[in-house]
C-alpha cells in the first residue's frame, strides 16, 4: 500500500508540476500578449503626441504670422496718419513760402516769416521729411510728376527744367512727388 500510495503522490506531484508550468506557459504567454498590447498603445500614443506636436508647431506658426501682420497693418495705419498729417502741414508751408516771395518780390521785410519757416524746416527735418531734388535732376516718375514740357534743342530730354512744386520724401516713403517742367529737344506736334 505504501507503494501504490507513493505512486499516486508522484502522480499528484508530476501533475502538479504540469499544472505548474502549464499556469507558467500560460502567464508567459499572457505577459507577452500584455506586452504587445502596451507596446501597440504606446505606438499609438507616440503618433497622437506627434500629431499634437505638429498642430501646436503650426498654431505657432500661425500666431507669428498673425502677429508679424498686425505688426505690419499698426505700422502702416501710423504711417498713413503720418502722411496725412505732414501733407496738410506742407500745404500750410507752401502757402508761407508762397507769401515770403510775394513780399520779398515788393520788397518787404521778410525776417518774420523767415524765422517762421525756419522753424517749420527744423520741425520737417526732425521727423524725417526730406525736400526732392528736382531742378536740373532727370525726371524720375517714382520722384516727379511732369505737368508741362519745355522745348529747349540744349538740354537733354526729359531734364527738370522748372520745379512748380516742391516734393517731399517721408523717412523712405514719397508722401508728396515733385511737380515739374521737363525738357524735350523736340516737341512733337499733334494733328
Known sequence: MDMSGNENEVEDNEKTVQETELNEEITEQQETENIKELKIKLEKEKEKTAAQEKKIQYLLADFENLKKRTELDVQTKVDSIADNMILK?????????????????????????DAILKNMNSFLSEYG??????????????????????????LDDNTITAELRKGYILKDRIIRPSLVEISKKRIKEMN
Open 89 to 113: 502741414f506742407l500745404s500750410i508751408y507752401d502757402d508761407f513760402v508762397r507769401a515770403k516771395d510775394v513780399l520779398s518780390k515788393q520788397n518787404v521785410n521778410t525776417d518774420g516769416l
Open 129 to 154: 521729411v526730406k525736400p526732392i531734388e528736382a531742378l536740373g535732376e532727370v525726371f524720375d516718375p517714382r520722384l516727379h510728376e511732369a505737368i508741362s514740357i519745355k522745348n529747349d534743342p540744349a
